[in-house]
T-cell receptor, first 112, second 115 residues
C-alpha cells in the first residue's frame, strides 16, 4: 500500500491556469520532498520542506507543509507547457531515515 | 557539474538471464541509494550505501538481487535469473552526508524489460 496519498492522480489544465497538487500522510513527515519526472526519465528535485508551516517558492512553483507536518501542497501559478510531467512527493516518515517513501505521482498535462 | 549517471539507460533481456546496472553518483557524495519504480507507481526503496558499506536493505531486495559499492564511489546492482516481474525502472540517487539539506539527487534510471 502507498504510504503517501497524492491527489489528483492526473490533471489537465489550460496554459496560464493555476493548479494545486496535494500530498497527504497519516503519519508525521520528517522531511517532505517534491520531485518532477518526465516520462521514462529520472526525478528532478524541486523543493524540500522540513518544518511545520514552512513554505518555499522557486519561479512559479510554491510548496507548503502544514503545521501538523502531515500534508503538503504544490501550487503552480500561470502554468506553462514546460510544467507538464509527473509530480512526486517523497518523505522521510521515520525521522532520520535514509529511506524515502513516495506517492504514486500526479500526471500534469498543460495544453497550449 | 555532473549529476548522477546510470548505465545502461535501457536493457532488454530474456527471463533467466543475469543483468548488471551501474550507477555513478555525484562526486564526493558518500551516500548512494537504489530504488525501483514500476509503471504508475512511485519509486520504492531497495538499498543504500554509506561509502562502501551497505547499511540497509528492503524486503523487496530478494536473494536474486545484489548491490555493491566496492570503493565507495560507483555502485552496481545485479539481478540474477531475471523474472518478468523484475521489469521496472531502476533509479539510483546520491547525497552528501555533510550537506545542510538532506536531498537525494536522482539519476536518469535504467529501464529493464524482461521478456
Amino acid at each position: 500500500s502507498q504510504e503517501l496519498e497524492q491527489s489528483p492522480q492526473s490533471l489537465i489544465v489550460q496554459e496560464g491556469k493555476n493548479l494545486t497538487i496535494n500530498c497527504t500522510s497519516s503519519k508525521t513527515l520528517y522531511g517532505l520532498y517534491w520531485y518532477k519526472q518526465k516520462y521514462g526519465e529520472g526525478l528532478i528535485f524541486l523543493m524540500m520542506l522540513q518544518k511545520g508551516g514552512e513554505e518555499k517558492s522557486h519561479e512559479k512553483i510554491t510548496a507548503k507543509l502544514d503545521e501538523k507536518k502531515q500534508q503538503s501542497s504544490l501550487h503552480i501559478t500561470a502554468s506553462q507547457p514546460s510544467h507538464a510531467g509527473i509530480y512526486l512527493c517523497g518523505a522521510d516518515r521515520e525521522g532520520g531515515s535514509e529511506k524515502l517513501v513516495f506517492g504514486k505521482g500526479t500526471k500534469l498535462t498543460v495544453n497550449p | 557539474d555532473t549529476g548522477v549517471s546510470q548505465d545502461p539507460r535501457h536493457k532488454i533481456t530474456k527471463r533467466g538471464q543475469n543483468v548488471t546496472f551501474r550507477c555513478d553518483p555525484i562526486s564526493e557524495h558518500n551516500r548512494l541509494y537504489w530504488y525501483r519504480q514500476t509503471l504508475g507507481q512511485g519509486p520504492e526503496f531497495l538499498t543504500y550505501f554509506q561509502n562502501e558499506a551497505q547499511l540497509e536493505k528492503s524486503r523487496l531486495l530478494s536473494d536474486r538481487f545484489s548491490a555493491e559499492r566496492p570503493k565507495g564511489s560507483f555502485s552496481t546492482l545485479e539481478i540474477q535469473r531475471t523474472e518478468q516481474g523484475d521489469s521496472a525502472m531502476y533509479l539510483c540517487a546520491s547525497r552528501s552526508l555533510y550537506a545542510s539539506q538532506e536531498t537525494q539527487y536522482f539519476g536518469p534510471g535504467t529501464r529493464l524489460l524482461v521478456l
